[in-house]
């Protein structure tokens, strides 16, 4: 579990194929993310990833195949700059939302508008999720806990602040960047709730 409060843009300094699946090394900047064990789990834009091996500084990760065709892993390659969060710990704060990273669907940047010192990004997502994005709920982008804005069909609008935009990979995007989605678990379960209710489940 993770609360969508990036901890470190790292790069990804490998990428190979391996039987079909793809095994990338991330090195952090201000992480050291060779002390994760193996077995342990790290947010990497967003999606959830199991530590397989170690090196000095960074971790080793395999993703499956259907992981690559469904997020931005698929078009990830040396170099890339990622946002890191390790998962969350018994006693950590709880500052963003209930991330799970198991992404949903791949959004695409529609604009980027400045506002006074901030940014406003119009982001579009597949429009099967579309019905669970809400105003003033809560989104991951790239792993990112943000707060949305507007609702415009399967379009939305969030503000990115300063820190966010140095902080995260977000102040990178530009117009048609993918970005990795994960809707807020609550809405998906208030969905389920719905469906049940109405005797579709």
């Not at 069909?153 to 048609?176: E, K, M, R, W």
Request: charged content about 25%; hydrophobic content about 40%; some cysteine.
């Amino acid at each position: 579990m993770f609360t969508g409060i990036i901890k470190d843009v790292g790069r990804i300094v490998e990428r190979r194929d391996v039987g079909g699946d793809r095994r990338f090394t991330i090195r952090g900047e201000a992480l050291d993310l060779g002390q994760y064990p193996i077995g342990a789990s790290v947010a990497v834009n967003g999606v959830c990833l199991t530590v397989v091996d170690r090196t000095p500084r960074a971790f080793v990760a395999d993703v499956s195949s259907e992981t690559l065709r469904v997020t931005t892993f698929g078009s990830l390659g040396e170099g890339d700059r990622v946002n890191i969060e390790p998962a969350l710990r018994m006693g950590d704060s709880l500052d963003g939302h209930w991330v799970t990273g198991h992404v949903d669907g791949v959004g695409h940047v529609r604009s980027v508008e400045p506002a006074a010192r901030s940014q406003i990004y119009r982001i579009e997502v597949p429009r099967e999720l579309a019905k669970y994005v809400a105003k003033k709920g809560s989104i991951a982008v790239d792993g990112t806990s943000l707060t949305v804005n507007e609702v415009d069909g399967a379009l939305f609008t969030v503000t990115i602040i300063p820190h966010t935009q140095t902080a995260t990979i977000i102040g990178s995007y530009a117009v048609a960047t993918a970005v990795n989605i994960e809707v807020d678990i609550v809405a998906r379960y208030m969905e389920r709730l719905r469906q049940s209710s109405n005797g579709s489940a």
